[in-house]
């Protein structure tokens, strides 16, 4: 069996294993039709041509951001994605969002007003008591990185240095 039909073979294991794991077929065929207006229906997807797809469509992410979730991605250490590579690195950025939009929504709760801040000692009160509470140096810890504010923990810079953006 030759290199090319040991990869071809690899990659279609991969594509039954990621439908099988987290998406549908719809959810699939978008990344399909994605991946093939990206690529210009090549079977890779460069590296630079992936930043500027990201650069395209207004993601916001570091370089060192962009370079860890590519290298993740790129499993064959090529500098480029396969399709199923390039399913990866998608599901892993919108687990990120998913995640970012869970962590606003929960920090809004603390702010019916809208004020873009939670007072610390709200945040220290929920956090020490609510759910699977922290204990006083977990606290002091989480406080360091997002009171910027004394006494406020304005959550949008907050998330954002969770999930390093700029």
């Given amino acids: 069996m030759s290199l090319k039909q040991v990869q071809k073979q690899k ?7 990621m439908q099988e794991a987290a998406f549908g077929d719809d959810q699939v065929s978008e990344f399909k039709e994605a991946f ?6 090549k079977p890779t997807i460069s590296k630079s041509e992936m ?10 992410i570091s370089d060192d951001e962009f370079e860890k979730i590519f290298s993740e991605a ?36 603390f702010d019916p007003e809208g004020k873009g ?15 699977d509470p922290l204990n006083t140096r977990e606290m002091s810890e989480l406080l360091a990185i997002a009171e910027t504010v004394p ?6 810079q907050f998330i954002n240095a969770l999930f390093m953006k700029k």
């Fill in 11 to 17: 990659s279609m294991i991969r594509m039954e294993k």
């Fill in 36 to 41: 093939e207006m990206f690529s210009g229906r």
């Fill in 51 to 60: 930043r500027q797809v990201f650069k395209q469509y207004g993601v916001r």
């Fill in 74 to 109: 790129d499993t064959g250490g090529d500098n480029s994605l396969d399709f199923p590579e390039f399913v990866n690195m998608m599901n892993s950025r919108m687990r990120q969002t998913s995640s970012e939009e869970k962590l606003l929504k929960a920090f809004r709760t």
């Fill in 117 to 131: 801040f939670i007072t610390t000692k709200e945040i220290q009160e929920a956090l020490t008591t609510l759910g």
């Fill in 151 to 156: 006494g406020e923990v304005r959550y949008q």
